[in-house]
């Protein structure tokens, strides 16, 4: 293990953290003179306080002494730990009446390979440092700590975090009583880990590029370590970088399903594609598709990933309650240099809701209305029942929902079905690339009631939108470059009017880029009378002029109507 292990604030210098504190995302500096009450410290938000608790402040000054070897430089990292240990471990065990997120399983993961780096330089240094005493101290109560069964979930991704802290804590102090043992318990979480988080076609099964990206980047760092050695588990993760290769968009970033944030990715990540998706029957100059039918992915594109070109992803899939929002079936398009359907976001990590809160029923975590909105179903470009989110409580976890693909004659087809448990969603995307893109959705009833179906848009704030009076077709144009997409209906349901950065009597029209903000969107759909099934048929076409017919297509079935609807005009 080396300096590598801190590698968070790339961008923040020693000086800075050291003279004006230690800064996290919007949120003011913490004072890191000494004495630091910790108690007090990035108490006002749990994210704020988790990051602090990792020891992420100590990055820079690590980095800036492997380059200047400056002693003052590693002294104030000791002096940081020694007084963090001081307050929040009494003897060997942890002290779990301080700062909520001292010990919260992440913060104790992530912390651990800081503290004993700090150990072990302090020792090849200087063994007589009086330092020395209270960082064993500490590394004890992390042992202890990391051990505990309460640490380890493997059901999400905080167990692979807890297996390689203890691994990397055990292997750099193995001679201590205890520690061998520590590192078999950490191998045994790993592969039962791997076995759960990592689905057969290499997804990871929390519903999020960001997190997939994120565990397959740390893998990857577990391999090199020597922590990971199962031929087994190499080859899922090969399937996993054929995956993360999909889900970056044309603009570089990842596609912001469940919570995910846009983030760009740096090409060197991202896996040759080029001869996985062969048999989605694409060529080099139309489109090429993939379907990933564990984890509930499908995706159509032409170019390389983040270098332009067209782009459809496809999602349907409830494999635990871990980041998943009310988002089955959920879709985003890119074409023409332009984002014209988009996700919510993520919006970030609050406070927790009271465990007898009623939002709790309804799947919500979080108590931020921002956080709640962004989870919502009316957020997300899929389709809605009697106005209430995707069920995520009352609704056994699916796995993936019956996602494919297709490549035909210069045309993308994808296709997703959803049981919500009383009514059924099936939806098919069809797409020219450059030209237009066809959207249908089948709902149906099977409690045998009649429901109200709204099939919602979500699309970018900056687009100038309007509705054409009598027509109901809507063109949304971009400023920029006066790209337009033309937005019609072809089946028997009426207009929801679009709307933008709306705050009464909810929260309406919004996304997230980045944690804490959100920016305006726009959020338009169409709606149904109540019914017992009905099919959305609603095409968006590029160029300028609006559409008179559903395009002719190879796939013939997709785009006609039944049950209580009638297309206003005939598809072929």
Not at 364 to 379: K, L
Not at 441 to 462: I, K, N, Q, Y
Not at 552 to 564: I, K, L, M, V, Y
């Amino acid at each position: 293990m080396g300096a590598d292990t801190f590698t968070e604030h790339p961008e923040t210098s020693a000086a800075a953290v050291m003279s004006e504190g230690w800064r996290h995302a919007e949120f003011p500096p913490v004072d890191l003179a000494l004495p630091i009450d910790w108690d007090t410290a990035a108490t006002d938000n749990r994210s704020w306080g988790f990051h602090l608790h990792t020891w992420s402040f100590l990055d820079p000054v690590v980095r800036e002494w492997t380059v200047r070897g400056r002693d003052d430089l590693l002294g104030w990292c000791l002096d940081r730990a020694v007084s963090w240990l001081a307050a929040h471990v009494d003897g060997h065990a942890p002290r779990t009446d301080r700062a909520p997120m001292a010990w919260y399983d992440m913060a104790l993961s992530l912390r651990a390979p800081r503290l004993v780096w700090l150990l072990r330089e302090t020792l090849s240094r200087d063994p007589d440092d009086e330092r020395l005493e209270v960082l064993y101290r500490g590394v004890l109560a992390h042992q202890k700590a990391l051990g505990a069964g309460e640490a380890f979930n493997p059901r999400n991704n905080h167990g692979f975090y807890t297996a390689v802290g203890q691994i990397t804590l055990a292997r750099e102090v193995r001679p201590l009583p205890g520690m061998a043992a520590l590192e078999r318990q950490g191998r045994q979480r790993l592969a039962e880990v791997a076995a759960t988080q990592f689905l057969d076609d290499g997804g990871h099964s929390e519903h999020s590029p960001e997190y997939h990206r994120m565990l397959v980047r740390d893998f990857r760092r577990a391999e090199r370590s020597g922590l990971v050695t199962d031929p087994t588990l190499r080859a899922r993760l090969a399937r996993s970088d054929a995956l993360l290769s999909w889900m970056v968009q044309p603009n570089g970033h990842l596609v912001q399903f469940g919570d995910t944030s846009a983030v760009e990715v740096d090409p060197s990540e991202l896996a040759d594609v080029g001869d996985r998706v062969s048999a989605a029957g694409g060529s080099s100059d139309g489109p090429v598709a993939a379907a990933f039918p564990t984890s509930g992915y499908a995706f159509a594109r032409t170019g390389a990933p983040g270098r332009g070109g067209a782009y459809v992803a496809l999602m349907a899939a409830f494999h635990s309650r871990a980041h998943k929002h009310a988002d089955d079936a959920v879709l985003v398009w890119h074409d023409r240099g332009h984002e014209w359907l988009v996700d919510a976001g993520r919006y970030g990590y609050a406070d927790l809701l009271p465990a007898d809160s009623p939002l709790r029923l309804h799947g919500f975590y979080y108590g931020t209305p921002e956080r709640q909105y962004v989870e919502s179903t009316r957020a997300h470009t899929t389709v809605e029942c009697d106005g209430q989110d995707h069920g995520r409580r009352d609704r056994k976890p699916y796995g993936a929902g019956g996602v494919g693909c297709q490549v035909v004659d210069g045309h993308a087809r994808l296709e997703a079905t959803v049981d919500h448990g009383g009514w059924r969603h099936r939806r098919v995307v069809v797409t020219r690339p450059g030209e237009w893109l066809l959207l249908v959705d089948d709902v149906d009833a099977t409690d045998g009631d009649e429901h109200v179906f709204r099939s919602w848009l979500t699309m970018p704030g900056e687009l100038v939108v309007r509705t054409a009076p009598n027509s109901g077709t809507v063109r949304a144009v971009h400023p920029a470059t006066q790209e337009r997409v033309w937005i019609r209906s072809f089946a028997d349901d009426s207009p929801i009017t679009p709307v933008s950065a709306q705050t009464e009597p909810q929260l309406q029209g919004w996304r997230s880029r980045r944690d804490r903000e959100l920016t305006p969107a726009w959020s338009l759909g169409r709606r149904t009378r109540p019914t017992r099934r009905h099919t959305f048929v609603v095409l968006l076409q590029l160029g300028p002029e609006p559409p008179r017919l559903v395009p002719d297509h190879p796939f013939q079935e997709t785009g006609r109507s039944r049950g209580t609807s009638r297309p206003s005009s005939p598809a072929p």
